[in-house]
C-alpha cells in the first residue's frame, strides 16, 4: 500500500519560510513524478512544482526564484523549501506521486499540511 505523508506545514509571518516533507512508504518515489499542489479556501487544487523521476523541475510562475523542489531519494522523501512566503501562499499544500507503468497509470496524494502565512 502506497502512502504519502506531509509535514512542515505550519504559521508563519510574512517573508519567512517553511519546508515541507513528503515521505512515501509502499513504493520508491525515484520511479515517479512527483508533484506539490495546493489548495486554498474556495479554490481549485493547483500545481506548485513538480520534479520528475528524471530530474527536471518545473514552477508554476508565481512560486518561481521563491520555492525549491528537490528529491532525496536515499530518503524516499520529496521537498519543497519556501522562502519568502506571502499570505497568497497560504493553502493546503499536498504530495503527490504519478507513474505511467505498463499501461496502467498510478496516482498517489498524501493527506496535505496546511500552510498559513500571516501579513
Known amino acids: 500500500q502506497v502512502q504519502l505523508v506531509e509535514s512542515g506545514g505550519g504559521l508563519v509571518q510574512a517573508g519567512g519560510s517553511l519546508r515541507l516533507s513528503c515521505v512515501a512508504s509502499?513504493?520508491?518515489?525515484?520511479?515517479?513524478?512527483m508533484g506539490w499542489y495546493r489548495q486554498a479556501p474556495g479554490n481549485e487544487r493547483e500545481l506548485v512544482a513538480s520534479?520528475?523521476?528524471?530530474?527536471?523541475?518545473y514552477y508554476t510562475d508565481y512560486v518561481k526564484g521563491r520555492f525549491t523542489i528537490s528529491r532525496d531519494d536515499a530518503k524516499n522523501t520529496v521537498y519543497l523549501q519556501m522562502n519568502s512566503l506571502k499570505p497568497e501562499d497560504t493553502a493546503v499544500y499536498y504530495c503527490?506521486?504519478?507513474?505511467?507503468?505498463?499501461?496502467?497509470?498510478?496516482?498517489?496524494w498524501g493527506q496535505g499540511t496546511q500552510v498559513t502565512v500571516s501579513s
Open positions: 520534479i520528475t523521476s528524471g530530474g527536471s523541475t
Open positions: 509502499g513504493t520508491i518515489i525515484r520511479l515517479h513524478d
Open positions: 503527490n506521486a504519478r507513474r505511467a507503468y505498463r499501461a496502467l497509470n498510478y496516482n498517489y
